[in-house]
């Protein structure tokens, strides 16, 4: 099977403008989180979909918002960019036996 | 809230030498415990899991022990290669209801010189 993959892997935005990550999960997982990881505060949890629904939500603006559709591939979007968004994006998906697959990350600079 | 502490390190070994990283968690119930690995430049990979007090995980000589009298879950491994050099998370979650998301430690730099 595939693994997660995560498009773009890089990207570059100015402070102000929004952004949209794209990730597809593994063939058969319904399951997806998002998580941002930064040197100074580590792995965060963003949030989780399954079935197109939101289930759980980390501690982040609402700024950071999320979206699944109907073949499990997600969307992250983050609006009005701030220089502390500067991260790599990771997105995982899950299978019934809670073990979840990370995909590459998506790295995000904010200048 | 549910939280875990591993060793932050960096940790620097030579080749052959034995690992340690600790890792406690604190957590409402009984979580999953795991293991996850991240090489430079890329996304985490699960390393090895456990479900449930006294389970031992394992994989590519890398061992964990779930205790659940130490809230601990100390990754070994006997001999370290150079190619395990990577940085290592200690992760938690609830395994129950509907709502799931992975708590990680601060992560653990490991360096492996030959």
């Known amino acids: 099977k595939a693994g997660v993959t995560q498009t773009p892997r890089y990207l570059i935005k100015t402070r102000g403008q929004q952004v949209t990550l794209s990730c597809s999960p593994i063939?058969?997982?319904?399951?997806v989180s998002w998580y941002q990881q930064t040197p100074g505060q580590g792995l965060q949890f963003l949030f989780e979909?399954?079935?197109?629904?939101?289930?759980n939500k980390g501690n982040f603006p609402g700024r950071f918002s999320g979206r699944q559709f109907s073949n499990s591939r997600s969307e992250m979007n983050v609006s009005t960019l701030e220089l502390g968004d500067s991260a790599l994006y990771l997105c995982?998906?899950?299978?019934?036996?809670?073990?979840?697959?990370f995909g590459p990350g998506t790295r995000l600079t904010v200048t | 809230g549910d939280s875990v502490t591993q060793m932050e390190g960096p940790v620097t070994l030579s080749e052959e030498a034995f690992l340690t990283i600790n890792c406690t968690y604190t957590?409402?119930?009984?979580?999953?415990l795991f293991w996850y690995v991240q090489y430079p430049g890329e996304g985490l990979q699960l390393l090895l899991k456990?479900?449930?007090?006294?389970d031992k995980g394992s994989n590519k000589g890398f061992e964990a022990t779930y205790r659940k009298e130490t809230t601990s879950f100390h990754l070994e491994k006997g001999s370290v290669q150079v190619s395990d050099s990577a940085v290592y998370f200690c992760?938690?979650?609830?395994?129950?209801?509907?709502?799931?998301?992975?708590?990680f430690g601060k992560g653990t730099l490991l360096t492996v010189n030959p």
């Open positions: 995982a998906s899950r299978d019934r036996l809670y073990e979840q697959y």
């Open positions: 063939s058969g997982h319904r399951s």
């Open positions: 979909y399954f079935s197109e629904t939101q289930r």
């Open positions: 957590a409402t119930g009984y979580p999953s």
């Open positions: 456990a479900t449930k007090a006294d």
């Open positions: 992760a938690s979650t609830y395994s129950g209801g509907s709502n799931y998301k992975l708590t």
